[in-house]
C-alpha cells in the first residue's frame, strides 16, 4: 500500500511539472481524473466504512504451556455495498517473548456478508499474555485510503504449568512423614471414633478384635500441610527456570489435594511471598489448585496474609526451593 501511495503521488508530482513545462487541453483532462477518480472512490468507500465491524474473541481464557491458543476474528459488512479490502492487525504478546504483530487481509467482501478468521497462537511460557485487536482498517477501491473501523478490544490469557506425575520417592516420603510409616510408635498415635467417610487403612485392628467399637488412627502430624513456595520476584523474570519450577510446585499440589481429599484428615494449604508479605491460599480439593495458579499468574488478590507464627513454621515445614529441592522439614526427599 505504501508503494502504491508513493507512485500516485510520484504520477501526480509529475503531471503538474508538464503543466508547468506545456499547455495541453488534454493533459488537463488527465490532471483532472487523476484527482476526481481518487475522490470519487473514497466517497464510495463510506459507506462500507460507517457499517463495517470486527470482532474478536479467545475460545479459551487459560491454556497449558505448549499448547496453541486459538483465536476467532469476525468481521462484518452490515452496508449493502461491498468493500474493496480489510486489514486487521493484531498485537500478540505472549508471557516472556516479545509482541509481535500479526496482519490479516480480508478482499473483495460483499454487502451484508460476516467472514471469520482462526488463527492459532502458541505460547511457550507460563505467565499472563495478552492479545490485542487493535485496528481495523478499511480501503478504497484504489488502496490509496484508509480509515480506521470500530474499537480496538484486548483479551488477557493465561499460559497454566503442565501437570506431570510424582517421583515415587516423594509419595513415598508423604506418606510416612504425613500419614504415619505404619509403625504405631508412643506419641505418634493418637486413637478415635470411627466417623463416616474415614478410610478404612486407618482403622486400628488390632484394638478392633477386642473392643466392639472401631478405632480410628490419627497421627499429630496429619492435621494440615502447607506447602512454602520459596521464590523471590526476580525468580518470576527468568522463565525457564519459572516454568520448571510452577511444574513441580503444581503438580505437589494437585498430588498432595488428592490424598487430603481421599483421606479427610489433611487440610491443604499453599503460602508464597509476596512484595516481602506472606500469603496462605487454603485448597479444599484438587480442582482448586487451577483456580489458585490462575489468581498467581494474572497476579490478582488470593489468599490471606499470614501471621507471624504461621511465618516461622513455614521453613520447618514442607517447602518448595527455587532450585527444586522439596523439603519435608530439614529432609531433603528430592532433587535432581
Not at 80 to 102: D, H, N, Q, T
Not at 118 to 144: F, I, K, N, P, Q
Not at 216 to 243: H, M, P, Y
Request: proline share 3%; with cysteine.
Amino acid at each position: 500500500m505504501i508503494r502504491r501511495r508513493i507512485g500516485y503521488l510520484l504520477l501526480l508530482a509529475a503531471g503538474i511539472y508538464f503543466m508547468l513545462l506545456y499547455d495541453f487541453q488534454g493533459l488537463r483532462f488527465l490532471f483532472g481524473c487523476a484527482l476526481c477518480i481518487p475522490v470519487f472512490s473514497f466517497l464510495g468507500m463510506l459507506p462500507g466504512f460507517a457499517m463495517c465491524r470486527a470482532g474478536m474473541r479467545l475460545e479459551q481464557d487459560a491454556v497449558t504451556r505448549g499448547e496453541t491458543a486459538v483465536v476467532s476474528i469476525t468481521v462484518e459488512n452490515k452496508s449493502p455495498f461491498p468493500v474493496s479490502r480489510i486489514l486487521v492487525i493484531l498485537r500478540w504478546k505472549a508471557p516472556g517473548e516479545r509482541e509481535i504483530k500479526i496482519r490479516k487481509w480480508l478482499c473483495g467482501m460483499g454487502g451484508h456478508r460476516r467472514e471469520k478468521i482462526v488463527l492459532e497462537l502458541s505460547a511457550a511460557h507460563c505467565g499472563r499474555g495478552r492479545l490485542m485487536l487493535s485496528r481495523t482498517c478499511v480501503y478504497d477501491w484504489l488502496g490509496l485510503v484508509s480509515l480506521w473501523a470500530g474499537k480496538r478490544r484486548e483479551e488477557e490469557f493465561c499460559v497454566l504449568p503442565v501437570i506431570k506425575p510424582i517421583p515415587l520417592m516423594v509419595q513415598e516420603a508423604y506418606s510416612s512423614y504425613f500419614q504415619g510409616s505404619g509403625e504405631e510408635r508412643e506419641g505418634d498415635l493418637l486413637l478415635r471414633d470411627f466417623l463416616p467417610g474415614d478410610s478404612l487403612h486407618r482403622i486400628y485392628w488390632k484394638l478392633a478384635a477386642k473392643a466392639e467399637e472401631l478405632q480410628v488412627r490419627d497421627f499429630e502430624k496429619s492435621g494440615s500441610l502447607t506447602l512454602f513456595l520459596n521464590f523471590s520476584e526476580q525468580f518470576r523474570e527468568r522463565a525457564e527456570a519459572w516454568d520448571e519450577y510452577l511444574d513441580r510446585a503444581c503438580s505437589l499440589l494437585y498430588f498432595f489435594a488428592e490424598e487430603c481429599e481421599r483421606t479427610g484428615q489433611i487440610v491443604l494449604q499453599v503460602a508464597w511471598s509476596k512484595k516481602g508479605r506472606f500469603l496462605g491460599y487454603e485448597i479444599p480439593g484438587s480442582g482448586n489448585v487451577q483456580v489458585w495458579i490462575y489468581g498467581l499468574l494474572k497476579e490478582e488478590a488470593l489468599g490471606r496474609f499470614l501471621t507471624q507464627e504461621e511465618i516461622s513454621y513455614l521453613g520447618n515445614g514442607c517447602h518448595l526451593e527455587e532450585d527444586g529441592r522439596l523439603y519435608f522439614g530439614e529432609q531433603c526427599v528430592y532433587e535432581e
